[in-house]
Nanobody
Framework: QVQLVESGGGLVQAGGSLRLSCAAS????????MGWFRQPPGKEREFVAA????????AYADSVKGRFTISRDNAKNTVYLQMNSLKPEDTAVYYC??????????????????WGQGTQVTISS
């Protein structure tokens, strides 16, 4: 059974940092694009960051560019999201996703076939 398990969420003050991890099991995703999405309270799920199969290419939402960094360790089948200079508007449930079939960068929810259960990130002002 394929599973993506996020960890590292929590409550931090504005200006602080968090590092999210997403560990995959059940199959390897070393040939697939992976991404992070988030769903703020009362809003739709939105793209945050994506990384191609070997980590050589990344993409970010404008709202997080320069503050968040996505990376991956294919040997560990794990993807990370380093979040710095956090703002209250970053408060959301953060989801890890794996395409399952596409190696290059993808930003659309529909391009991802595997999803984690989500981890809550809350930023206090």
């Amino acid at each position: 059974q394929v599973q993506l398990v996020e960890s590292g969420g929590g409550l931090v003050q504005a200006g602080g940092s968090l590092r999210l991890s997403c560990a995959a099991s059940g199959r390897t995703f070393s040939s697939d694009a992976m991404g992070w999405f988030r769903q703020p309270p009362g809003k739709e799920r939105e793209f945050v960051a994506a990384i191609n199969w070997n980590g050589g290419s990344t993409a970010y939402a404008d709202s997080v560019k320069g503050r968040f960094t996505i990376s991956r360790d294919n040997a560990k089948n794990t993807v990370y999201l380093q979040m710095n200079s956090l703002k209250p508007e970053d408060t959301a449930v953060y989801y890890c996703a794996a395409s399952g079939s596409i190696a290059s960068i993808r930003k659309r929810l529909d391009d991802y076939n595997y999803w984690g259960q989500g981890t809550q990130v809350t930023i206090s002002s």
